[in-house]
């Protein structure tokens, strides 16, 4: 019978798992928005929610990169609107 302690380890690595999953999901929803030419105010909105999907997996690095990349295509949206 597993150990209580292994239990919680592989339930957490499944969770932890599912987020990383999730954020990368978002990550090719824009690339593929980029690549069709979406808006800036499209992409600025689809760059944040990939931040917010690295935080929630509790990954700092592509949080700290998606959240300057979002800066930028936000910052780029406000500089030329359609």
Same mark, same amino acid.
Not at 2 to 7: E, F, G, K, Y
Not at 25 to 29: A, F, L
Not at 55 to 61: G, H, K, P, S, Y
Not at 71 to 74: A, G, N, R
């Given at each position: 019978m597993? &150990?209580? =302690? &292994?239990?919680v380890a592989l339930a957490a690595a499944v969770t932890? &798992?599912?987020c990383t999953d999730q954020a990368a /999901?978002?990550?090719? /929803?824009f690339e593929i928005a980029k690549r069709?030419? +979406? &808006?800036? @105010?499209?992409l600025c /909105?689809? +760059?944040? @929610?990939? =931040? *917010?999907a690295y935080? *929630? +997996? @509790?990954? @700092?690095?592509q949080y700290q990169f998606w959240d300057v990349s979002a800066?930028?295509?936000?910052t780029s949206a406000r500089l030329d609107p359609l």
């Open positions: 597993p &150990s209580r =302690a &292994s239990v932890l &798992s599912g /999901k978002v990550e090719r /929803k069709r030419g +979406a &808006s800036p @105010e499209e /909105k689809i +760059a944040r @929610e990939v =931040a *917010e935080l *929630e +997996a @509790e990954n @700092e690095r800066d930028v295509q936000c």
